[in-house]
T-cell receptor
Framework: GENVEQHPSTLSVQEGDSAVIKCTYS??????FPWYKQELGKGPQLIID?????GEKKDQRIAVTLNKTAKHFSLHITETQPEDSAVYFC????????????FGKGTKLTVNP | ETGVTQSPTHLIKTRGQQVTLRCSSQ?????VSWYQQALGQGPQFIFQ???????GRGNFPPRFSGLQFPNYSSELNVNALELDDSALYLC?????????????FGPGTRLTVL
């Protein structure tokens, strides 16, 4: 079935360093790849997304890259701050059967001051 | 802060019981999706409603059912609760029909089945 794999499951960085989270997907028809940030006690919040017609998108300290041939996409956070600490989820729209959003298992990012 | 609210915040039920969870979407959002998030996992799609009709379903049994009302509120009903149903249940609203529209999540309802 449709699958999104996410690595690493935990990531600890020093404030100011960069963080990279990687995801792979199985459905070659996937065309939309959002990233969500989930803080404790809250629902996921969209932080950036990318569609299949572009290879990279940037929004201030956050960037996402997409390699459709290899079926993987990555989240890059530069100049990390303690408030970036949260669980991050990648997701992909899959077309098998009815369209739905499939999430990775999440990466717990800790930014140490 | 999104305009999506959910109630109750926490709920404890016993195996075999039935439960109803509620969601209030952002005004103007015709689509609501429900997700189950087990501890340490990503959200898993249960189903989606568009203008009061079910529009898609994930790999969940029929004892998971839903309703959507014209006033942007919706319900998730789960019958014959099982221990594995313990999870955070999230609803997400979006303005359009497609998943490529931004989904706005509520804070979730934490369900514990004993």
């Amino acid at each position: 079935g449709e699958n999104v794999e996410q690595h690493p499951s935990t990531l600890s960085v020093q404030e100011g360093d960069s963080a990279v989270i990687k995801c792979t997907y199985s459905d070659s028809a996937s065309n939309y790849f959002p990233w969500y940030k989930q803080e404790l006690g809250k629902g996921p919040q969209l932080i950036i997304d990318i569609r299949s017609n572009v290879g990279e998108k940037k929004d201030q300290r956050i960037a996402v890259t997409l390699n459709k041939t290899a079926k993987h996409f990555s989240l890059h956070i530069t100049e990390t701050q303690p408030e970036d600490s949260a669980v991050y989820f990648c997701a992909a729209i899959t077309q098998g059967g009815s369209e739905k959003l499939v999430f990775g298992k999440g990466t717990k990012l800790t930014v140490n001051p | 802060e999104t305009g999506v609210t959910q109630s109750p915040t926490h709920l404890i039920k016993t195996r075999g019981q039935q439960v109803t969870l509620r969601c209030s979407s952002q005004s103007g959002h015709n689509t609501v999706s429900w997700y189950q998030q087990a501890l340490g996992q990503g959200p898993q799609f249960i189903f989606q409603y568009y203008r009061e009709e079910e529009n898609g379903r994930g790999n969940f049994p029929p004892r998971f059912s839903g309703l959507q009302f014209p006033n942007y509120s919706s319900e998730l009903n789960v019958n014959a609760l099982e221990l594995d149903d313990s999870a955070l249940y999230l609803c997400a609203s979006s303005p359009g029909l497609v998943f490529a529209d931004e989904q706005f999540f509520g804070p979730g309802t934490r369900l514990t089945v004993l």
